[in-house]
């Protein structure tokens, strides 16, 4: 069965659509201070929380006026955070565009100067896909995009500084989003989904370049996948499959596509892993069908104990979230409203298992 895809089509990257949001917009930092990444009017703007729990912003990260309105972050065990935007080629055709890299090294201060990463298919190319950003067990940083061919290529810091050129996984009609996630012994790894199935790239030794595996043929919707790596150091992905459920695939613990739970909407899912009721879940998002936040939980890795969706907050037409542990384990959900309004929201203390305190705006 043929993919429902997820990306847009013939549109231009200019475009003034709401923004793209990929992987650990909401970081946290080595000292437990969260940090929220937006791209806004061209270019990247952070809100800090401080050691009172209040959060300052925004703050401009740079970009020049001239970034396009999508961002994909990373974030390694050392706490740095890498982001991803896109931006317009220079000398190239108005919808050519070539990948912009920066870090922030600690959380609250600036970030480095913005650098070219150039595209796979060369100087300038059209949109092809939302970048994924992860970084290895010893900080390297990994770009992955969908290439013009409808395959996957790779962009992998070297161990002395500067960037491996593009490398070429090859693949083709995959996932214009696709997942990329570090498991237990730090190496990367690449969920997609493709027309006929599911595929994962895995790095099988340090600083090397990932493998394209066999295609899985399976039933999914494009644009849903989600990752986590759990106890256990394997990665699990979750994706939203054309019958209306909610799938986990974990290769490396022989666990089949098996569903969880029918989904909450049509949107992608958002995973991590958290403390509920004292306990190591794994915690998903996606917005409902009536616009709501939707959440659900399972104990990590054991796909099997069964789950609920539980339904929190203000509909709205469109929503983008982020999900992450604080500092006690607990869950702290950040919410991208309507393409404008970013809330944020941590669970009760003592309260019920998933329910939320009230949404903050920040300003």
Same mark, same amino acid.
Not at 246 to 260: H, I, K, Q
Not at 262 to 274: F, V
């Given at each position: 069965?043929?993919?429902?895809?997820?990306?847009?089509?013939?549109r231009s990257t200019g475009s003034p659509a709401a923004p793209r949001l990929h992987g650990a917009w909401l970081a946290r930092g080595k000292e437990g201070r969260f940090s929220a990444?937006?791209?806004?009017?061209?270019?990247?703007?952070?809100?800090?929380?401080?050691?009172?729990?209040?959060?300052?912003?925004?703050?401009? &990260?740079?970009?020049?006026?001239?970034?396009?309105?999508?961002?994909?972050?990373?974030?390694?065990?050392?706490?740095?955070?890498?982001?991803?935007?896109?931006?317009?080629?220079?000398?190239?055709?108005?919808?050519?565009?070539?990948?912009?890299?920066?870090?922030?090294?600690?959380?609250?201060?600036?970030?480095?100067?913005?650098?070219?990463?150039?595209?796979?298919?060369?100087?300038?190319?059209?949109?092809?896909?939302?970048?994924?950003?992860?970084?290895?067990?010893?900080?390297?940083?990994?770009?992955?995009?969908?290439?013009?061919?409808?395959?996957?290529?790779?962009?992998?810091?070297?161990?002395?500084?500067?960037?491996?050129?593009?490398?070429? &996984?090859?693949?083709?009609?995959?996932?214009?989003?696709?997942?990329?996630?570090?498991?237990?012994?730090?190496?990367?790894?690449?969920?997609?989904?493709?027309?006929?199935?599911?595929?994962?790239?895995?790095?099988?030794?340090?600083?090397?370049?990932?493998?394209?595996?066999?295609?899985?043929?399976?039933?999914?919707?494009?644009?849903?996948?989600?990752?986590?790596?759990?106890?256990?150091?394997?990665?699990?992905?979750?994706?939203?499959?054309?019958?209306?459920?909610?799938?986990?695939?974990?290769?490396?613990?022989?666990?089949?596509?098996?569903?969880?739970?029918?989904?909450?909407?049509?949107?992608?899912?958002?995973?991590?892993?958290?403390?509920?009721?004292?306990?190591?879940?794994?915690?998903?998002?996606?917005?409902?069908?009536?616009?709501?936040?939707? &959440?659900?939980?399972?104990?990590?890795?054991?796909?099997?104990?069964?789950?609920?969706?539980?339904?929190?907050?203000?509909?709205?037409?469109?929503?983008?979230?982020?999900?992450?542990?604080?500092?006690?384990?607990?869950?702290?959900?950040?919410?991208?409203?309507?393409?404008?309004?970013?809330?944020?929201?941590?669970?009760?203390?003592?309260?019920?298992?998933?329910?939320?305190?009230?949404?903050?705006?920040?300003?």
């Amino acid at each position: 069965m043929a993919n429902r895809s997820e990306a847009p089509t013939a549109r231009s990257t200019g475009s003034p659509a709401a923004p793209r949001l990929h992987g650990a917009w909401l970081a946290r930092g080595k000292e437990g201070r969260f940090s929220a990444y937006l791209p806004r009017n061209g270019e990247v703007v952070r809100w800090t929380e401080g050691a009172d729990g209040r959060w300052t912003g925004p703050v401009s &990260l740079g970009g020049g006026g001239v970034l396009l309105p999508g961002l994909s972050v990373g974030q390694g065990a050392d706490g740095y955070v890498h982001l991803v935007a896109l931006r317009p080629a220079a000398g190239g055709e108005p919808d050519h565009v070539e990948l912009v890299h920066t870090t922030q090294y600690q959380t609250g201060r600036p970030a480095l100067e913005w650098r070219s990463l150039a595209h796979p298919n060369g100087p300038s190319y059209t949109w092809t896909g939302t970048p994924a950003v992860t970084v290895d067990g010893i900080g390297r940083t990994y770009v992955f995009s969908r290439n013009g061919g409808g395959g996957v290529s790779v962009r992998a810091q070297k161990d002395a500084g500067g960037w491996h050129p593009w490398w070429d &996984l090859l693949g083709s009609k995959t996932d214009p989003s696709p997942v990329a996630v570090t498991n237990g012994s730090g190496f990367v790894e690449l969920y997609s989904s493709h027309a006929k199935g599911l595929v994962r790239y895995q790095q099988r030794e340090s600083g090397g370049k990932p493998v394209r595996e066999e295609l899985l043929p399976a039933s999914v919707t494009m644009g849903t996948l989600a990752a986590v790596t759990g106890p256990s150091g394997h990665t699990t992905a979750f994706y939203a499959d054309q019958e209306g459920w909610v799938c986990a695939w974990s290769p490396d613990r022989s666990l089949a596509p098996t569903r969880l739970v029918q989904t909450a909407g049509p949107g992608p899912l958002t995973a991590t892993r958290c403390v509920v009721d004292g306990a190591d879940r794994t915690v998903l998002a996606q917005r409902a069908e009536d616009g709501r936040l939707a &959440l659900c939980a399972h104990p990590s890795e054991q796909e099997d104990a069964g789950t609920a969706w539980t339904y929190t907050g203000t509909p709205y037409r469109e929503l983008s979230t982020a999900l992450r542990a604080g500092p006690d384990g607990r869950l702290v959900a950040l919410a991208l409203a309507d393409g404008t309004s970013l809330l944020t929201a941590r669970v009760r203390p003592g309260g019920d298992a998933l329910a939320l305190e009230p949404w903050h705006t920040l300003d």
